[in-house]
C-alpha cells in the first residue's frame, strides 16, 4: 500500500517521468489517480509562518490518488526528483481561496501550510471542489470504519454476554445432572471452566488466524517494499552513472563552446577588422577616384594652356595699346583741362568786361533816354 511514511518511491525519486513506472507500481497496489492538474506550489516559510516559499521553479503536476486498500486520499506533486507535496487528506482540512488564483491548506502531519498558484481561476475553482469531493469521501470512510468497529465490538459484547449464561446454564444443568447422577458440585465447575477454556481457546485460535493473515500481508508488502528499494537502488546507480557521464559530457561540452566563443570572438574581431578595411579601402577607391577625375580637369586645362598664352600674349599687346592709349588720353585730359581752365579764365574776363559794357549801356540808355524826354520837351515847347 502507497501510503504516508511506507510508500514505494515515486517516479521522480526514481529517475523515472511521472506516470511512468513508479505509478504503474502504485496502481498496482491499490493507488490510483483520480485528478491531475498543474500549478506552481509554495509552502509557509516555517520560521515566520507568513512568507511564502516557492517549493517548485515551475508549473509542476499536481495529482490527487486514492488508496481503495486503506480508502485514504492523498495530494502528491514531484518537481524533478523531489517531492514537494506528499498530503493525506482528512476530513478536518479545509481548502481556502485567498484569490482568484491562488489556495492553500494546512497539513498538521505534515507540520506546514501548502500553497498552489495555478493559471486560470476555472482550474482553481475545479481543485478546490476536488478538494471538497474527497474530503466529503475521506469522511464518509472514516464514518463507515468507526461503524464497522463499533459493530464488531458490538458482537464481541454480546457473544462475551452469551458466552457466560449458557455456561451458568449448563453449569447449572450439569450441577442438576451431577447431582443427580452422582450428586457432587466440584466435577460441575471443573466442567464450566473447562467450558470457558474452550471459548476462550477458540477465540484465541480465530484471532491468531487474523494475525497471521495480517502478518504474511505485512510480509509480502515488505517483500514489494524491500523490491522497490532494491529496485529504486540500482536505479539510482544507474542514474548516478548517467548523471557522471552527463555531467562529464556537459564539461567537454562547456569546454567545447568555450572555445567556438573565443574563435566566434576571434572571428567577430577579424570581421570587424576587414569591415573597417573595407570601409577604409572604400574611402580610399573615393579618393582615387577624385583625384582622377581632378587630373582629367588639369589634363583638360593643359591642352588650353597654349591657347590662353597666345590670348595672353594677345591681351597683354592690347593692354599695352590701351595703355598707350591711356597715356595719350590723359595728355589730352590734362591739355583739354587747362583749355578748360583758359576758357574759365576767359569768361571770367569776358562777363568782367560784358558786365561793365551793360554799367555803360544802361548809362548810355539813361542819356539817350533823358536826351528824348529833353526833345519830347523841346517838341512841346516850339
Known amino acids: 500500500m502507497c501510503e504516508v511514511g511506507t510508500r514505494p518511491p515515486l517516479a521522480a525519486e526514481r529517475g523515472e517521468p511521472p506516470g511512468g513506472a513508479a505509478a504503474e507500481r502504485c496502481r498496482d497496489m491499490g493507488e490510483q489517480p ?112 468507526q461503524e464497522k468497529i463499533e459493530t464488531s465490538s458490538n458482537h464481541s459484547q454480546e457473544s462475551g454476554r452469551e458466552t457466560p449464561s449458557s455456561t451458568r446454564a449448563s453449569s447449572v444443568n450439569g450441577t442438576d445432572d451431577e447431582k443427580a447422577s452422582h450428586g457432587g458440585p466440584a466435577e460441575a465447575h471443573l ?7 474452550k471459548i476462550a481457546l477458540a477465540q484465541s485460535s480465530t484471532n491468531v488466524k487474523k494475525w497471521e493473515t495480517e502478518l504474511q500481508t505485512l510480509r509480502e508488502s515488505n517483500a514489494r517494499l524491500t523490491t522497490a528499494l532494491q529496485e529504486s537502488a540500482a536505479s539510482i546507480e544507474h542514474w548516478k552513472k548517467q548523471f557522471s557521464a552527463c555531467k562529464e559530457e556537459n564539461d567537454q561540452l562547456r569546454g567545447k563552446i568555450e572555445e567556438l566563443e573565443e574563435q566566434c570572438n576571434e572571428i567577430n574581431k577579424e570581421k570587424e577588422r576587414n569591415a573597417q578595411l573595407s570601409r577604409r579601402l572604400q574611402e580610399l577607391e573615393t579618393e582615387l577616384q577624385d583625384k582622377e577625375l581632378e587630373l582629367e580637369e588639369l589634363r583638360k586645362q593643359g591642352e588650353i594652356i597654349p591657347q ?27 591739355t583739354l583741362r587747362t583749355e578748360v581752365e583758359e576758357s574759365k579764365h576767359r569768361q571770367t574776363n569776358l562777363k568782367t568786361e560784358l558786365k561793365n559794357f551793360l554799367d555803360v549801356l544802361d548809362g548810355k540808355i539813361d542819356e539817350l533816354q533823358d536826351f528824348r524826354q529833353g526833345l519830347s520837351k523841346l517838341g512841346v515847347d516850339n
Request: aromatic share 10%; glycine share 2%; with cysteine.
Open 191 to 197: 466442567k464450566s471452566e473447562n467450558d470457558k477454556l
Open 34 to 145: 483520480i485528478f491531475t492538474t498543474r500549478a506552481h506550489v509554495f509552502q509557509i516559510d516555517p520560521s515566520t509562518k507568513k512568507n511564502w516559499v516557492p517549493a517548485s521553479k515551475q508549473a509542476v503536476t499536481v495529482s490527487y490518488f486514492y488508496d481503495s486498500t486503506r480508502n485514504s486520499y492523498r495530494i502528491i506533486s514531484v518537481d524533478g526528483a523531489k517531492v514537494i507535496i506528499n498530503s493525506t487528506i482528512t476530513p478536518n482540512m479545509t481548502f481556502t481561496k485567498t484569490s482568484q488564483k491562488f489556495g492553500q491548506w494546512a497539513d498538521s502531519r505534515a507540520n506546514t501550510v501548502f500553497g498552489l498558484g495555478f493559471p486560470s481561476e476555472q482550474q482553481l475553482t475545479k481543485f478546490a471542489e476536488k478538494f471538497q469531493e474527497v474530503k466529503e469521501a475521506a469522511k464518509l470512510a472514516r464514518d463507515r470504519s
Open 308 to 334: 590662353l598664352m597666345s590670348e595672353c600674349e594677345s591681351v597683354s599687346q592690347q593692354l599695352q595699346a590701351a595703355e598707350k592709349k591711356n597715356k595719350d588720353l590723359e595728355e589730352k585730359v590734362r
